[in-house]
T-cell receptor, first 112, second 115 residues
Framework: GQNIDQPTEMTATEGAIVQINCTYQ??????LFWYQQHAGEAPTFLSY????GLEEKGRFSSFLSRSKGYSYLLLKELQMKDSASYLC?????????????FGQGTTLQVKP | DVKVTQSSRYLVKRTGEKVFLECVQD?????MFWYRQDPGLGLRLIYF???????EKGDIPEGYSVSREKKERFSLILESASTNQTSMYLC??????????????FGSGTRLTVV
């Protein structure tokens, strides 16, 4: 079956570092995405990993280990505007339509 | 920038009504998707389409149908709305081209309440 797990909620302090984990078990794999979603808004693309290792983009980094079925999103120098839900999604490798399978999302609250 | 537009942000309908949710994208994308988003369940795929007049069921198609008569427009239809279809509905599109790995572009969502 298809299963993607991430913590439901996390809290962190402004200026700190937070790591959001995602584990997956899917029948096919063709890449892993992280999206950010502010309350009442559309999800927006943050990062994409298809090979093992770390991808860095400014304050955000994403890591992938395909053998472990594991990814994390690292947010540095947290700002209040980073309070949002973070969605982990795996691209279904069994078809060429690029279907994404989503986890339930992690709601991050950044406190002053 | 790719734009995906959903016709309504908020919608209230009565049980048994036929409901149309419209989605339009302006970048000639081949693939379009309808998801619903519920607390604790994340985004679940209802239907998707990989070309005009083509459609495939997602994970939770029951109670829904779709229409794709033109490439830019993908409609989700609730034939007879029920209270358990109260949810946030998100439309997304993506290209089959080389930039497809960027994933989806989402619309702003339609929050549907069925009373």
């Amino acid at each position: 079956g298809q299963n993607i797990d991430q913590p439901t909620e996390m809290t962190a302090t402004e200026g700190a570092i937070v790591q959001i984990n995602c584990t997956y078990q899917t029948s096919g794999f063709n890449g892993l995405f992280w999206y950010q979603q502010h309350a009442g808004e559309a999800p927006t693309f943050l990062s994409y990993n298809v090979l093992d290792g770390l991808e860095e983009k400014g304050r955000f980094s994403s890591f992938l280990s395909r053998s472990k079925g594991y990814s994390y999103l690292l947010l540095k120098e947290l700002q209040m505007k980073d309070s949002a839900s973070y969605l982990c999604a795996v691209r279904d490798g069994s078809s060429n339509t690029g279907k994404l399978i989503f986890g339930q999302g992690t709601t991050l609250q950044v406190k002053p | 920038d790719v734009k995906v537009t959903q016709s309504s942000r908020y919608l209230v309908k009565r049980t048994g009504e036929k409901v149309f949710l419209e989605c339009v994208q302006d970048m000639d994308h081949e693939n379009m998707f309808w998801y619903r988003q519920d607390p604790g369940l994340g985004l679940r795929l209802i239907y998707f389409s990989y070309d005009v007049k083509m459609k495939e069921k997602g994970d939770i198609p029951e109670g829904y149908s779709v229409s794709r008569e033109k490439k830019e427009r993908f409609s989700l239809i609730l034939e007879s709305a029920s209270t358990n279809q109260t949810s946030m509905y998100l439309c997304a599109s993506r290209s089959n081209g080389a930039r497809g790995w960027y994933g989806y572009t989402f619309g702003s969502g339609t929050r549907l309440t069925v009373v």
